[in-house]
Structures are given as structure tokens and as C-alpha cells.
């Protein structure tokens, strides 16, 4: 079966840089894109951008352009979302979430708190 | 990119019907056919419900049904069962690779 497994809790400082990776089993990690969604404590579910797997096009939402960059290695289906310059209202769970057509995201990793605390 | 607009807080007893309205734009909801459902249980990941306005992936109870209007979506769910309290998101494609969800419900089974 489809499985998106995340990597581990982050703590960073404000500043600092976070990465998040994805790792895909269960299908053609070559068939589907991706799309990345945060989520703040106790607030509602936030695009950050898109990345497709055919080739390296990505968009970011407006908010996250030029401090966020989405990568993917096919060698080892893994999917990335580095964010950089962390402030403390970045502090949320992000999730990847794999777009297996345009309008619908059926798969989503288990998330990743990533906290941003001095 | 604004967030599209949903209720705060929908309730209902079981076995009734809840609809939840998800409001967009001419740029979102009514430019394409392509608007999402998710259900987040606390502390857990969203399930995608309804895709494509009112497709339903399998696994998904029939019970669960989706519709949109102008720049209206909606969330219909019949025979309300305890297990359907969560939060609901919509989600709308807007067109050259980016989307947009709304702010979510919260839906309490009285």
C-alpha cells in the first residue's frame, strides 16, 4: 500500500534552517507530485507549494517564496522541504502529501513538528 | 491567496445531515472542477474524502457526498455517526500549480 513516512521532530532556533524529507513506498514514485501543507498549533491547514516529479518544476505560495525550496531524490523516493530563516510562527506540523491528480491529495505522511524556539 | 471560507462550528444528532459551505472565488471554486474534502481527526494526519467536487475515493461511506454552486462548495454528510467528529477542510486548485484550502469546521455529533 501507499506509505509517505516523514522524518523525526525538529527543534531549531529562529534563524536556523529546517529540512523535512518523505520517503514514498508502495507505488511509481515517478507517477505523482507532491504538494507540502503546514499546520500551526491549533490553526487550519496552510499550502506551502508544489513540486512535480516528472521534472524539477515547483511553486511555492507567495508567503514561503524565497525561504523555502522543495527538492525529491528518485533514487531513493524521497521528497524534501527545506525552510529557511525560522521564526517562532513557524512553529507548526508539516506534512507532504502526494497529489495523484490535480485535485485531490490521497496520500499524506504522518507530519513533522517542527518547533522554532530561542 | 485568501483563504477560502468555511463555518467556524457545524453540530447535528446522529443520524441527521450536516452540510458544510466552503466559499471561494472566480480564481478557486467556480474557475475549476477540481475542489477536495479533507477529515482530520485530533493529532492525526487529513483523509482525503471527496476529490473533484463530489468523486469519493474508495473506502470512503457513500455516506459522505460533495457539491458546488458558483463559487459555493459543499460537504453533505447523511446519518451522522460519532465517528464523523472531527475537523473538515475544503480544498480548491487556483490554476498554475497552486491551491488554496479553507479554514476549516469543526463538527461536534451532539
Known amino acids: 500500500q501507499v506509505q509517505l513516512v516523514q522524518s523525526g521532530a525538529e527543534v531549531k532556533k529562529p534563524g536556523a534552517s529546517v529540512k523535512v524529507s518523505c520517503k514514498a513506498s508502495?507505488?511509481?514514485?515517478?507517477?505523482?507530485?507532491f504538494n507540502w501543507v503546514r499546520q500551526a498549533p491549533g490553526q487550519g491547514l496552510e499550502w506551502m507549494g508544489w513540486?512535480?516529479?516528472?521534472?524539477?518544476?515547483?511553486n511555492y505560495a507567495q508567503k514561503f517564496q524565497g525561504r523555502v525550496t522543495m527538492t525529491k531524490d528518485t533514487s531513493t523516493s524521497t521528497a524534501y522541504m527545506e525552510l529557511r530563516s525560522l521564526r517562532s510562527d513557524d512553529t507548526a506540523v508539516y506534512y507532504c502529501?502526494?497529489?495523484?491528480?490535480?485535485?485531490?491529495?490521497?496520500?499524506w505522511g504522518q507530519g513533522t513538528l517542527v518547533t522554532v524556539s530561542s | 491567496q485568501s483563504a477560502l471560507t468555511q463555518p467556524r462550528s457545524v453540530s447535528g444528532s446522529p443520524g441527521q445531515s450536516v452540510t458544510i459551505s466552503c466559499t471561494g472565488t472566480?480564481?478557486?471554486?467556480?474557475?475549476?472542477?477540481?475542489v477536495s474534502w479533507y477529515q482530520q481527526h485530533p493529532g492525526k494526519a487529513p483523509k482525503l474524502m471527496i476529490y473533484?467536487?463530489?468523486k469519493r475515493p474508495s473506502g470512503v461511506p457513500d455516506r459522505f457526498s460533495g457539491s458546488k454552486s458558483g463559487n459555493t462548495a459543499s460537504l453533505t454528510i447523511s446519518g451522522l455517526q460519532a465517528e464523523d467528529e472531527a475537523d473538515y477542510y475544503c480544498?480548491?486548485?487556483?490554476?498554475?500549480?497552486?491551491?488554496?484550502f479553507g479554514g476549516g469546521t469543526k463538527l461536534t455529533v451532539l
Open positions: 513540486i512535480s516529479i516528472y521534472n524539477h518544476n515547483t
Open positions: 502529501a502526494r497529489a495523484r491528480t490535480i485535485g485531490e491529495l490521497d496520500n
Open positions: 473533484d467536487v463530489s
Open positions: 472566480g480564481s478557486d471554486v467556480s474557475g475549476y472542477n477540481y
Open positions: 508502495g507505488y511509481s514514485f515517478t507517477s505523482y507530485g
Open positions: 480544498c480548491s486548485y487556483a490554476g498554475s500549480y497552486t491551491w488554496v
